[in-house]
């Protein structure tokens, strides 16, 4: 059974940076594409950013470009997301997710991702 743990969420100010994991089990996740999406209160999930198997691609929304990073360590099973100069606006709970697809391409869709974790919440205080 395929399982993704996100952590390393938590309370940050304006400015400050956080580092979330998302380690997956049940399947080898090195030939698979993983992304990273969000949703503040009050407002449907958004597309954070996205990174293909072979991680010579990636994806970002425009809100978090220049200040967010995705990464992948294949050995550990993990997906990364390096978060930098946080905004209170960035406050949500963050899920990762994982395609189906084998070695399928980078795709900001949500139906496209198959496997969810159980989401980690962010907050920034302004």
């Known amino acids: 059974q395929v399982q993704l743990v996100e952590s390393g969420g938590g309370l940050v100010q304006a400015g400050g940076s956080l580092r979330l994991s998302c380690a997956a089990s049940?399947?080898?996740?090195?030939?698979?594409?993983m992304g990273w999406f969000r949703q503040a209160p009050g407002k449907e999930r958004e597309f954070v950013a996205a990174?293909?198997?072979?991680?010579?691609?990636?994806a970002y929304a425009d809100s978090v470009k220049g200040r967010f990073t995705i990464s992948r360590d294949n050995a550990k099973n993990t997906v990364y997301l390096q978060m930098n100069s946080l905004k209170p606006e960035d406050t949500a709970v963050y899920y990762c997710?994982?395609?189906?697809?084998?070695?399928?391409?980078?795709?900001?869709?949500?139906?496209?991702?198959?496997?969810w974790g159980q989401g980690t919440q962010v907050t920034v205080s302004s």
């Open positions: 049940g399947r080898t996740f090195s030939h698979y594409s």
């Open positions: 990174l293909d198997w072979s991680a010579a691609n990636w």
């Open positions: 997710a994982v395609q189906g697809r084998l070695r399928g391409g980078i795709t900001i869709r949500e139906p496209e991702y198959d496997y």
